[in-house]
């Protein structure tokens, strides 16, 4: 009985599992968890309901709670020039 070399051979583990010690199943499923825990973080920084959105927002309120601010002292400084000029000007309400 002759036995062929063929039988005998092993496998040369392939490219990822030389150099990375994971076999390519394994590679696979943690790049593919990779990509798309990259893209998830991706959306949630840089997408429709982002944090950039959400900072943004926060800036715009300060400005707008600034604004109200000026604008009711402005109305304040109005209201007693008003008064003022209506004062001296005689007029009252007859209600």
């Known amino acids: ?3 062929k070399e063929e039988e005998f051979e ?3 583990p392939g490219f990822i599992q030389k150099y990375l010690g994971l076999s390519t199943k394994t590679f696979l499923l ?6 798309l825990i ?3 973080i ?3 920084l840089y997408g429709k309901n982002s944090i950039k959105v959400l900072l943004n927002l926060q800036t715009y ?3 707008l709670k600034e604004e109200i601010h000026n604008l009711k002292e402005e109305n304040a400084k109005l209201q007693k020039e ?5 004062e001296i ?3 009252t309400d007859k209600r």
Do not use: C, N, P
Not at 30 to 35: D, G, K, P, R, Y
Not at 82 to 86: D, S, T, V
């Open 42 to 44: 991706g959306v949630i």
């Open 82 to 86: 008003y008064f003022e000029l209506k």
């Open 89 to 91: 000007s005689g007029e």
């Open 1 to 3: 009985m002759s036995i």
């Open 61 to 63: 309120e300060i400005y």
């Open 10 to 12: 092993v496998d040369e």
């Open 30 to 35: 943690l790049a593919t968890s990779v990509i």
């Open 38 to 40: 990259g893209i998830y």
